[in-house]
């Protein structure tokens, strides 16, 4: 979404204030966002969120992370660090940011709650709460990361779409690619957003991948006049469910950690110098025909 129609858009919602400063934040170069997204539960999104977030911060980057799965949050699960109610105590103003905030060098989490009643109760407008956020420590990071939630609901599409960039975690199963697709679309519909990034989670082999990416560039180019990114693979892990956040965590050495550095690597490389223009990435394959017809042609 270029910074006109995010601007555009945001006024026309009537319903953020400070959408002059969101505006701003484009032009002078502030954190970038990425939301980690995909419609579908369990494909991935809070592992990658997580390893790129780290791997940004690896490489020197100041990067925030932050959980908006806010009320089923599995990012300081997954980090095993103690889960809290500080979300919580956030917004309802008896703790600061910087009191919430976990510090692990130049990476930094801000956790969701697990479970809490009061935000079970109280519906609240978290992308609201979102975007002020952003808007108030977006001076502070060169990156931050947003773990979207399961689903298609208003506020995950309206983070989304505020976002600079948005990684569309999409594995095998012809559900995911379905639910990517239908993101895609309801984003590009109702929001402008025009192009995603593609990463392609749990492949087990180069052809696997390469159909995905070529089913859903040539379907988004062809239905949505939008564009899709290619970030890469990572590749599945094939041990014991409960291993996987152990090896995506530990050793460089494993063959998770080498995908995910050189999708870290690819992405920065690609677009941080050109920072606001997505347009660098190519669709490592020749454009062929491939069965023009919509994954998800039910839904218009
Ligand atoms: N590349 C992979 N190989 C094997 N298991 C994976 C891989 N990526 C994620 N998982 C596992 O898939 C499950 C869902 O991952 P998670 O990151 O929580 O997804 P989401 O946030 O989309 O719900 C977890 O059990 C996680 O360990
Ligand atoms: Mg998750």
């Given at each position: 979404m270029s910074t006109k129609n995010v601007s555009d858009w945001l006024l026309s919602q009537n319903r953020y204030q400070r959408a002059e400063k969101c505006v701003d934040k484009k032009i002078e170069g502030k954190a970038k966002t990425i939301s980690i997204t995909a419609g579908k539960g369990g494909v991935g999104k809070t592992s990658v969120a997580i390893k790129v977030a780290k791997s940004l911060a690896d490489a020197g980057y100041k990067t925030l992370l932050i959980d908006c799965d806010f009320n089923l949050a599995n990012t300081a699960v997954k980090l095993g660090l103690p889960i809290n109610d500080d979300f919580a105590s956030l917004i309802m103003g008896t703790k600061s940011f910087e009191e919430v905030l976990h510090r692990d060098g130049q990476f930094h989490l801000l956790s969701g709650c697990n479970g809490n009643l009061d935000l079970f109760e109280n519906r609240l407008e978290y992308d609201k709460i979102i975007l002020d956020i952003l808007v108030g420590h977006e001076?502070?990071?060169?990156f931050i990361l947003l773990d979207s939630p399961a689903g298609i609901q208003k506020d995950t599409l309206t983070i989304n779409a505020y976002s600079d960039y948005r990684f569309v975690v999409v594995t095998p199963d012809k559900s995911s690619i379905t639910d990517s697709y239908s993101l895609m679309k309801i984003l590009n519909t109702?929001?402008?957003?025009?192009t995603n990034h593609l990463l392609v989670n749990k492949v087990s082999n180069l052809a696997q991948y390469q159909k995905i990416v070529k089913t859903l560039s040539e379907t988004v180019d062809h239905f949505l006049k939008g564009r899709v990114n290619v970030l890469g693979s990572i590749e599945y892990e094939n041990k014991a469910v409960d291993k996987f956040d152990q090896i995506l965590l530990g050793s460089a050495n494993s063959s998770i950690h080498k995908n995910f550095i050189k999708v870290v690597n690819r992405f920065t490389e690609e677009n941080i110098s050109t920072l606001f223009s997505d347009e660098k990435f190519e669709v490592p394959f020749a454009t062929t025909h491939f069965g023009k017809q919509e994954v998800q042609p039910t839904i218009c």
């Open positions: 001076d502070e990071y060169d109702k929001y402008g957003v025009k």
